[in-house]
């Protein structure tokens, strides 16, 4: 494909406010291009923070920030609308509001979606994890529910780090509001928190049991219906008898990410269910000014879990790679991290921390998720 040169004092776009383009962001004077230009459509929400502010351990303000003023602060223009094409030969960026924008490169930093089961009309209230926007609407409404004395049902799909917290928040949120839920953590696995340490799992098990938490494992959730959801057993324990009813009267849905559709639609090579496909280099192989980075974002060579921690480790790379492409320069490749730290909010205080081998839960791990946190946020508020 022959692809038309930018035009003179094209812009650099950044599509999304992700962890790695609020870095760029702060660092817009390493960028060597007269403009550039931050299309978003909405705030920054801090998935780091997001199951505490569910469990109301945070106000919304505290977990949310507006790229729009990070940007003007530091020399960066914003548009508030979507992406919703590229002409790859034109190398135009085309926009929800029908406009087209001459670029010299693009980096999308659009972070990871959920695609829920069809709601029933009796089934039970479905909520995913993301937007992060979902969890407040959850909070609010569960809030109003407890302090009605409505006894619910409430379950969590998902035993990876994301479906734990939600289970201890929805918990913590009930003891707010002296509230006794019923509250079940289902995963397909045949444990929790595959791959972490085995002290790690038999400590956060007993976490769970004096929570009230219940645990079941090996099943899968088949979808609502009414009054609750089908789950299938995994394992053959049930025998012929392999569907069950569990009764619920909201389904929080932790599992299952995937990037946001309009990376399907650009015309790149993507790899199924994990994003972009890009190099080490964090460029798109069949566009080299398509830059991409954190979940939205695929690397051929390594399958990175969805953590914030790459994102922002990919951050000054990507920085840099822009800039070199800018100015004809070799860029530098993305070596990700073999081991990144984890740690869990569980809702009551008390955190689970795990990286690589090593692990150590208690109130020590939720502090210094906490000092981590603040730390972030607070560059850039």
């Known amino acids: 494909m022959i692809v038309a040169p930018p035009p003179p004092g094209a812009p650099l776009l950044l599509v999304g406010a992700g962890h790695a383009h609020l870095h760029l962001i702060r660092q817009r004077r390493q960028l060597p291009a007269k403009r550039v230009i931050l299309l978003d459509p909405g705030g920054f929400w801090y998935s780091g923070m997001a199951s505490g502010m569910l469990g109301g351990q945070f106000t919304p303000q505290a977990d949310r920030l507006d790229p729009m003023q990070l940007a003007r602060r530091h020399g960066v223009e914003g548009i508030r609308g979507r992406l919703s094409g590229l002409d790859l030969g034109r190398r135009e960026a085309l926009l929800s509001n029908g ?71 929805l918990r913590a949120l009930a003891d707010r509001h002296d509230a006794t839920p019923e509250i079940r953590l289902l995963t397909r696995a045949p444990e929790l928190l595959p791959g972490a340490p085995r002290g790690a799992i038999h400590w956060l098990r007993r976490r769970l049991a004096r929570r009230g938490i219940t645990v079941m494992t090996g099943l899968e959730c088949c979808g609502p219906t009414r009054g609750g959801v089908m789950v299938a057993s995994l394992n053959s324990s049930w025998g012929e008898d392999s569907y069950r009813f569990l009764a619920a009267d909201h389904v929080v849905h932790a599992t299952g990410l995937s990037p946001p559709d309009i990376v399907g639609r650009l015309g790149l090579p993507i790899l199924p269910s994990r994003g972009l496909a890009v190099t080490a280099t964090l460029q798109s192989p069949a566009a080299p000014w398509v830059f991409a980075a954190g979940d939205c974002a695929a690397m051929i060579d390594h399958e990175l879990p969805r953590l914030g921690v790459y994102g922002v480790r990919q951050a000054p790379v990507l920085l840099a790679n822009i800039a070199a492409y800018l100015q004809g320069d070799a860029p530098h490749p993305y070596h990700p991290q073999p081991r990144a730290l984890s740690i869990l909010d569980l809702g009551d205080g008390q955190a689970l921390a795990i990286r ?12 210094w998720k906490r000092r981590l946190d603040e730390r972030f946020l607070s560059g850039y508020r």
């Not at 695609?115 to 995913?128: C, D, N, R, S």
């Not at 690589?356 to 502090?367: C, D, E, M």
Request: net charge positive; aromatic share 8%.
């Open 99 to 169: 406009h087209r924008l001459a670029v010299a490169a693009i980096s999308l930093n659009l972070g990871s979606t959920l695609h829920l089961p069809a709601a029933q009309p009796e089934g039970p209230a479905v909520w995913p994890v993301k937007p992060i926007p979902r969890l407040l609407a959850l909070r609010r409404h569960l809030s109003r529910a407890f302090d009605s004395d409505q006894r619910l049902n409430l379950l969590v799909v998902g035993g990876g780090a994301s479906g734990i917290e939600m289970a201890c928040q």
């Open 356 to 367: 690589g081998r090593h692990w150590w839960g208690g109130r020590l791990a939720w502090w």
